[in-house]
């Protein structure tokens, strides 16, 4: 199962880049929870400086941009 975070104080970009990892993960058809991180002093464990971001696995993979599902298809392969 794929554990895909999103990293950010919930803010309408934040919301965007959930959508998209969501829709992501369900037209690839893989188990998946997401979890909202929006502790600022968690979100800099991870070494983000910039939100939205998109950890994947524990993973940093996107930081400061809202990405459509299919560029974050390639993070969950």
Same mark, same amino acid.
């Given at each position: 199962?794929?554990?895909?975070?999103?990293?950010?104080?919930?803010?309408?970009?934040? +919301?965007?880049?959930?959508?998209? $990892?969501?829709? $992501?993960? +369900?037209?690839?058809?893989? +188990?998946?929870?997401?979890?909202?991180?929006?502790?600022?002093?968690?979100?800099?464990? =991870?070494?983000?400086?910039?939100?939205? $971001?998109?950890?994947?696995?524990?993973?940093?993979?996107?930081?400061?941009?809202?990405?459509?599902?299919?560029?974050?298809?390639? =993070?969950?392969?």
């Amino acid at each position: 199962m794929k554990v895909i975070k999103i990293l950010g104080t919930g803010c309408m970009k934040c +919301e965007k880049l959930e959508q998209s $990892a969501r829709k $992501a993960a +369900e037209e690839m058809g893989i +188990e998946f929870t997401i979890e909202k991180v929006k502790d600022l002093n968690k979100i800099m464990d =991870y070494g983000v400086m910039m939100t939205p $971001a998109l950890v994947v696995d524990d993973e940093v993979k996107s930081v400061g941009k809202i990405l459509d599902p299919d560029e974050i298809k390639k =993070y969950l392969k």
